[in-house]
């Protein structure tokens, strides 16, 4: 299956809000309620920040909220702080046991 | 809490094999799915397959098939990777994640990854 299509790069200032987009096809992000969310910054491993679409772990701050439209997804970094300035990976089931990721998004916070 | 620990840094020559471990503590190692995922230099996450940790089977993304072969200890809580006939593009972080329950394909807790470098 190809790769979910996310944007190279995103910015914002502090305190405004961010959308990054996730596109795939009817065949993963438009079939299944299966999105996940991931935060990265350098040198570490990533962190689940949003699962099946809309769901928060614990821990994670409500700045960060997940949607879906057809056949893509979005997260939303609300009152952009600079410790969100990282890369954000969306992956989605793609049924049959099999996932897709996306690309990834670095987001600048200027 | 739910740690996963894997092996540490690696450095092989072109053709060479290699095995990474991850070892799963904080939770019934059992219960669920590892998915191994890999990050090249400056380049975004590739997922490489999954082992279901109770029963042993795989499922390995098309590309990793034939070279790539990941097993579970249930002895001690631990899964492993290997990867054969190694190439310098091979050359990443190779990260083990659990699956964030037991019905979900989310990866809800992550491996510290283990930088393999690829060089003759």
């Known amino acids: 299956q190809s790769a979910l299509t996310q944007p190279p790069s995103a910015s914002g200032s502090p305190g405004q809000s961010v959308a990054i987009s996730c596109t795939g096809t009817?065949?993963?992000?438009?079939?299944?309620?299966?999105v996940s969310w991931y935060q990265q910054h350098p040198g570490k491993a990533p962190k689940l920040i949003i699962y099946?679409?809309?769901k928060r772990p614990s821990g994670v701050p409500d700045r960060f909220s997940g949607s879906k439209s057809g056949n893509t997804a979005s997260l939303t970094v609300s009152g952009l702080q600079a410790e969100d300035e990282a890369d954000y990976y969306c992956?989605?089931?793609?049924?049959?046991?099999?996932?897709?990721f996306g690309g990834g998004t670095k987001l600048t916070v200027l | 809490q739910v740690q996963l620990v894997q092996s540490g840094a690696e450095v092989r020559e072109p053709g060479a094999s290699l095995k990474v471990s991850c070892k799963a503590s904080?939770?019934?190692?059992?219960?669920?799915?590892i998915h191994w995922v890999r990050q090249a230099p400056g380049q975004g996450l590739e997922w490489m397959g999954w082992i279901n940790s109770n029963s042993g089977a795989t499922n390995y993304v098309p590309k990793f098939q034939g070279w790539v072969t990941m097993t579970r200890d249930t002895s001690i809580s631990t899964a492993y990777m290997e990867l054969s006939r190694l190439r310098s593009d091979d050359t990443a972080v190779y990260y083990c994640a659990r699956t964030r329950d037991r019905s979900s394909p989310d990866l809800g807790d992550w491996g510290q990854g283990t930088l393999v470098t690829v060089s003759s």
């Open positions: 099946e679409v809309t």
């Open positions: 904080g939770y019934t190692f059992t219960d669920y799915f």
């Open positions: 009817s065949s993963d992000v438009g079939s299944y309620n299966y």
């Open positions: 992956i989605s089931y793609a049924g049959s046991n099999n996932l897709v």
